[in-house]
């Protein structure tokens, strides 16, 4: 994994006046953990977009505040989605000889026989391993090889997935995290001439919204 160090510095602006810190292209952020106190900090916005763009929620981040180095996780992004650009920043710091619990993203890959061959429809039941660690060993995800599903009806369980001997898995070991189902035979209903025709429906519509600005 790519090590990633943001400069930072402390910063004394709240409330309202972190507009004024935003125009002149700062990021806020915070700073807090079982073993640190929150600091307020700010960073600059344009780098850390782009750093944080490719971070994913285990991949540990070295914030340099005033030449002091703290390791952390990225806990939440406050985003406005209009101007596209981030708000705000919640930092976890951690120590890197400590474990810790975390979320780790499933990374599908590999082609399935009963997906290909038997028109079988690939459900994914979890899409993350909660996991037990040091943060030195987080991946940035956990690779699923769907190759194991050959047929349909097969299930790849939590401990069907394999990890490094250094990772803890917190899911129950007979989890289903992927089933090549049957494929659906959609219903139909009779036509004016009684033909068979396929049920018409409306498409689902998905709208994303970003989190409304909030002002510390």
């Not at 990225?74 to 400590?98: C, G």
């Not at 050959?150 to 803890?168: E, K, L």
Request: glycine share 4%.
């Amino acid at each position: 994994m790519e090590k990633v160090v943001l400069k930072a510095s402390k910063r004394d602006v709240a409330g309202k006046q972190v507009k004024a810190l935003r125009r002149e292209g700062k990021l806020p952020a915070v700073i807090y953990g079982k073993h640190t106190e929150p600091i307020n900090i700010s960073l600059d916005a344009h780098s850390a977009s782009l750093a944080l763009a490719k971070a994913t929620s285990s991949s540990i981040v070295i914030l340099d505040v005033d030449g002091k180095e703290y390791p952390a996780l990225v806990r939440e992004k406050q985003r406005d989605f209009i101007k596209n650009r981030l708000l705000h920043v919640d930092f976890l710091a951690v120590s890197l000889t400590e474990k810790l619990r975390a979320t780790v993203s499933l990374h599908f890959v590999g082609v399935s026989t009963a997906v290909k061959d038997y028109a079988a429809v690939l459900v994914h039941n979890l899409e993350q391993f909660h996991v037990e660690c040091l943060p030195t060993d987080l991946p940035e995800h956990i690779v699923v090889d769907i190759s194991l599903l050959a047929r349909v009806g097969d299930i790849i369980r939590v401990r069907d997935v394999a990890v490094s001997d250094n990772i803890r898995v917190l899911e129950n070991p007979d989890t289903v995290v992927a089933v090549a189902s049957a494929p659906k035979v959609e219903e139909t209903v009779a036509g004016a001439e009684g033909a068979l025709a396929p049920t018409v429906t409306e498409p689902e519509i998905a709208v994303e919204r970003g989190k409304k600005e909030e002002e510390e």
